[in-house]
């Protein structure tokens, strides 16, 4: 039951060949056998589950199930949900249970999901490995002896979902956290169109680019739960009228004499990416090719600064959204002399490295000395960024890129910050543009791992990007199936 893709599973549930509480015994069953192992759960839920299961399994009995009842999903632990600790992987929030529930994960009750419990991440989802998580990295199930990356920051939802620890579950993208993890653990990791998903009950990083998103085994899963994901939220001041409503298995958009104009991006070119990302890139261009495709180069001139405007434009952000954990309203407290010290003391205390270093830089670059410099600087190559999409989108549909340079690294990987921060060079223009990008197996590496390439497309143009990305997964056919992958 573990290899079954969302998409089966429903089929079989309707026809109740199998029911949502067999296959959520199945999940648990496989939590309690690997999940300590992965490190992918920061909470996990059995009895929620299984009452939502129960409940599953009654609406089909009555002939009345929801869009995904039963299905068994995870949740990032970014996403506030109600009675259920949400930590965002820090020690300040260890403790903190909302009274709440975000929309993403309401809409996801409301589908009739089975939740399974709470992901791991890198804290506040601020990282590239995982690795800044308060509760210690998940490991990516490929090749697990070797305690490789399963990425960042949501990659407790890629290291559950690529090890059948879950069927598909949630992600946020600020600069790539869906798309990276999704891209080295053999998934489809769906960033949507800024706007798309509702922001509004998940832990604030950079307001302005967090984007929730799907993680899942195919295309047609991540469309699934989109649909469920999407939708105008009044809750949140940035959310869009727009809606995402798939229905699987997605049409094909190459094929039977289509057109369809692909960009490449010319000043990636000059980016080293690893021999395997080339080969796999090269050979998949071909493809879409094969079916009709034409391939035209596009500029993004200042695609390359992209990564340090985000750099600059996240933490200023991040630090405003995080200046509200001082300590006195809810979260980690440490007493100080005076209010001044018990700030002091509760922010040293509750808040890891990196995030202390983002929060330093963003103040820096938002003082008074610094801001034109700095954050205004930013936020025009920002609008240049954003423009140029706008151009080349004039003359391709969509674009393909790589997802990142190269396979998952060792979790022992000693990189210094701005190493980490360069892996993000594929994925963070999307974010400043807020335009859509799917993360989608592309191929296996010599070395046997799993490598992903984007399609990125226009704003709210999630369909025609999931469509394209499911051509590449039909041409490149990597088997992510989870008892392949931890071969039990
Ligand atoms: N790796 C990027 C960062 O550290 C992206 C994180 C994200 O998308 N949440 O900021």
Same mark, same amino acid.
């Given at each position: 039951?573990?290899?079954?893709?969302?998409?089966?599973?429903?089929?079989?549930?309707?026809?109740?060949?199998?029911?949502?509480?067999?296959?959520?015994?199945?999940?648990?069953?496989?939590?309690?056998?690997?999940?300590?192992?992965?490190?992918?759960?920061?909470?996990?839920? &059995?009895? =929620?589950?299984?009452?939502?299961?129960?409940?599953?399994?009654? =609406?089909?009995?009555?002939?009345?199930?929801?869009?995904?009842?039963?299905?068994?999903?995870?949740?990032?632990?970014?996403?506030?949900?109600? $009675?259920?600790?949400?930590?965002?992987?820090?020690?300040?929030?260890?403790?903190?249970?909302?009274?709440?529930?975000?929309?993403?994960?309401?809409?996801?009750?409301?589908?009739?999901?089975?939740?399974?419990?709470?992901?791991?991440?890198?804290?506040?989802?601020?990282?590239?490995?995982?690795?800044?998580?308060?509760?210690?990295?998940?490991? $990516?199930?490929?090749?697990?002896?070797?305690?490789?990356?399963?990425?960042?920051?949501?990659?407790?939802?890629?290291?559950?979902?690529?090890?059948?620890?879950?069927?598909?579950?949630?992600?946020?993208?600020?600069?790539?956290?869906?798309?990276? &993890?999704?891209?080295?653990?053999? /998934?489809?990791?769906?960033?949507?169109?800024?706007?798309?998903?509702?922001?509004?009950?998940?832990?604030?990083?950079?307001?302005?680019?967090?984007?929730?998103?799907?993680?899942?085994?195919?295309?047609? @899963?991540?469309?699934?739960?989109?649909?469920?994901? #999407?939708?105008? *939220?009044?809750?949140?001041?940035?959310?869009?009228?727009?809606?995402?409503?798939?229905?699987?298995?997605?049409?094909?958009?190459?094929? *039977?004499?289509?057109?369809?104009?692909?960009?490449?991006?010319?000043?990636?070119?000059?980016?080293?990416?690893?021999?395997?990302?080339?080969?796999?890139?090269?050979?998949?261009?071909? *493809?879409?090719?094969?079916?009709?495709?034409?391939?035209?180069?596009?500029?993004?001139?200042? +695609?390359?600064?992209?990564?340090?405007?985000?750099?600059?434009?996240?933490?200023?952000? #991040?630090?405003?959204?995080?200046?509200?954990?001082?300590?006195?309203?809810?979260?980690?407290?440490?007493?100080? #002399?005076?209010?001044?010290?018990? !700030?002091?003391?509760?922010?040293?205390?509750?808040?890891?490295?990196? +995030?202390? =270093?983002?929060?330093?830089?963003?103040? %820096?670059?938002?003082?008074?000395?610094? !801001?034109?410099?700095?954050?205004?600087?930013?936020?025009?190559? =920002?609008?240049?960024?954003?423009?140029?999409?706008?151009?080349?989108?004039?003359?391709?549909?969509?674009?393909?890129?790589?997802?990142? %340079?190269?396979?998952?690294?060792?979790?022992?990987? @000693?990189?210094?910050?701005?190493?980490? !921060?360069?892996?993000? /060079?594929?994925? +963070?223009?999307?974010?400043?543009?807020?335009?859509?990008?799917?993360?989608?197996?592309?191929?296996?590496?010599?070395?046997?791992?799993?490598?992903?390439?984007?399609?990125?497309?226009?704003?709210?143009?999630?369909?025609?990007?999931?469509?394209?990305?499911?051509?590449?997964?039909?041409?490149?056919?990597?088997?992510?199936?989870?008892?392949?992958?931890?071969?039990?």
């Amino acid at each position: 039951m573990i290899d079954l893709t969302i998409t089966d599973a429903l089929e079989k549930l309707k026809s109740r060949k199998i029911s949502a509480t067999e296959l959520t015994r199945a999940h648990l069953e496989r939590i309690e056998k690997y999940g300590a192992d992965l490190n992918c759960y920061i909470t996990t839920t &059995p009895e =929620r589950a299984l009452s939502d299961a129960a409940a599953a399994d009654a =609406r089909y009995a009555a002939g009345n199930p929801l869009p995904l009842d039963g299905i068994p999903i995870a949740m990032k632990d970014l996403f506030a949900t109600r $009675n259920i600790r949400t930590t965002a992987a820090s020690h300040m929030l260890e403790n903190f249970v909302p009274q709440y529930e975000s929309t993403v994960s309401q809409k996801f009750i409301d589908a009739g999901t089975v939740l399974l419990g709470k992901t791991n991440l890198d804290e506040f989802a601020m990282g590239t490995f995982s690795k800044t998580s308060y509760f210690g990295a998940p490991i $990516n199930p490929w090749q697990m002896e070797r305690k490789l990356t399963a990425g960042g920051s949501s990659g407790g939802t890629t290291s559950a979902v690529a090890s059948g620890l879950a069927m598909g579950g949630t992600g946020t993208d600020t600069g790539g956290s869906i798309r990276f &993890p999704a891209s080295i653990t053999g /998934l489809v990791g769906m960033k949507p169109t800024y706007g798309l998903c509702s922001r509004w009950g998940c832990v604030a990083f950079a307001s302005s680019l967090d984007t929730p998103g799907p993680i899942a085994r195919t295309v047609d @899963d991540a469309a699934l739960l989109l649909s469920a994901m #999407a939708g105008h *939220d009044d809750k949140d001041s940035t959310s869009a009228d727009a809606e995402f409503h798939a229905h699987t298995p997605l049409s094909p958009i190459l094929g *039977d004499g289509k057109k369809l104009r692909i960009g490449i991006i010319k000043e990636f070119a000059d980016v080293e990416i690893s021999p395997d990302m080339k080969r796999i890139f090269d050979a998949r261009i071909a *493809d879409l090719k094969s079916l009709g495709a034409d391939v035209v180069e596009v500029s993004i001139p200042n +695609v390359l600064d992209a990564l340090a405007a985000y750099y600059i434009i996240a933490p200023a952000e #991040a630090s405003s959204n995080l200046a509200r954990y001082d300590g006195m309203r809810y979260g980690l407290r440490v007493d100080g #002399a005076d209010l001044i010290d018990t !700030y002091k003391k509760t922010r040293a205390a509750g808040f890891g490295t990196e +995030v202390q =270093r983002r929060m330093i830089i963003g103040t %820096a670059v938002l003082s008074s000395e610094s !801001y034109e410099v700095y954050f205004m600087q930013a936020a025009r190559v =920002r609008r240049l960024i954003a423009d140029a999409f706008d151009r080349a989108f004039a003359r391709c549909d969509l674009i393909v890129c790589p997802a990142g %340079a190269g396979t998952a690294l060792p979790l022992n990987s @000693d990189l210094s910050p701005l190493e980490y !921060y360069a892996l993000d /060079l594929f994925t +963070v223009a999307m974010n400043l543009a807020g335009i859509p990008a799917c993360s989608v197996p592309a191929g296996l590496a010599e070395n046997g791992l799993p490598l992903g390439v984007q399609v990125v497309g226009r704003r709210f143009d999630d369909m025609h990007v999931m469509q394209l990305a499911k051509h590449i997964e039909q041409f490149a056919a990597v088997d992510n199936r989870p008892t392949k992958i931890m071969g039990k």
